[in-house]
């Protein structure tokens, strides 16, 4: 005989003897052992007293089992005069109802539960969407398709055609550590005197980037060391000579890119950002 049909026996000589109400907290410990709720072993005791009812007319009709078994509770009910005469309650039909309304108190309080659950998931999932959202455009903002630029720049002339004299372009803008900074020039001054000079201003610090004159063209490039706001001045100075070639310079093709290492990265950061 295993452990459950045990349990039935022993129930079932409870119900006969009339001791379920002194035995159940002993049934009930054993049924948690063997993994059944409380619920369960209310169904094992209806079910047992339901068999020795079927098999014996004459059995005890004393046991009431609403969902949750109180023995506390287990009472004779007091007979109600009617006309003079007597009449006894229905303790079954009592039982049953006081069953009923507890299983469907308990159905509506699992509801709502689970719609308070359910909206609160739902709140959840709305706010991590967005989150996943607003983190989505900002990688799309990072990321660059076929290399293309961060930054472009419209391309500049000097303007200045008389001798001591100054022209300029400033382009500011935001980087990250890492990125590149590209641009094209020409040159056609006057050789050692008439320059081409680009300066960086970041940070307070100023640094001169590249000094060009006389007849020259070609691309330079820098890398940037640090994140933040920088300024980049392109400037054409005249000395108080005379001038020579065209006396002009040109600067074309202004870029910044971001390499895909920082743009790599700065994804990484902005995923695990909470």
Same mark, same amino acid.
Not at 81 to 100: E, H, M, P, T
Not at 112 to 118: P, T, V
Not at 209 to 218: F, N, R
């Given at each position: ?58 059995? /005890? ?9 109180r ?5 004779? /009910? ?20 006081i ?9 509506v ?95 307070? /610090? ?37 001038s ?5 310079v ?15 990265n ?6 695990? /950002?909470?």
């Amino acid at each position: 005989m295993n452990s459950l049909q045990m349990l039935v026996s022993l129930i079932e000589t409870a119900i006969k003897e009339r001791t379920l109400d002194k035995l159940y907290g002993d049934f009930l410990e054993e049924a948690l052992k063997l993994g059944l709720s409380s619920y369960t072993l209310n169904i094992l005791i209806v079910n047992t007293k339901k068999k020795i009812e079927d098999s014996n007319d004459d059995s /005890d009709d004393d046991l009431i089992l609403p969902f949750i078994y109180r023995p506390d509770i287990i009472k004779q /009910d007091p007979e109600i005069k009617v006309q003079d005469k007597q009449v006894v309650r229905n303790k079954k039909g009592y039982g049953f109802i006081i069953s009923l309304v507890i299983v469907l108190l308990m159905d509506v309080g699992i509801i709502a539960m689970c719609c308070h659950r359910a909206q609160i998931d739902s709140r959840d999932t709305h706010k991590s969407l967005d989150s996943l959202e607003t983190k989505m455009d900002k990688i799309k903002s990072i990321a660059q398709i076929d290399n293309a630029p961060v930054y472009s720049f419209d391309p500049w002339t000097s303007t200045n055609k008389q001798n001591n004299t100054k022209s300029n372009k400033d382009y500011s803008f935001t980087i990250q550590r890492g990125d590149k900074l590209s641009f094209d020039y020409d040159v056609s001054t006057e050789l050692g005197y008439d320059e081409l000079n680009v300066y960086l201003y970041a940070n307070s /610090d100023t640094l001169r980037l590249l000094t060009e004159s006389g007849i020259a063209s070609g691309t330079n490039t820098h890398i940037f060391d640090n994140s933040g706001d920088v300024t980049v001045r392109f400037e054409y100075s005249k000395d108080d000579s005379y001038s020579k070639d065209k006396d002009v310079v040109e600067i074309s093709n202004i870029n910044v890119y971001r390499p895909y290492n920082v743009q790599i990265n700065e994804i990484k950061r902005i995923l695990n /950002d909470d």
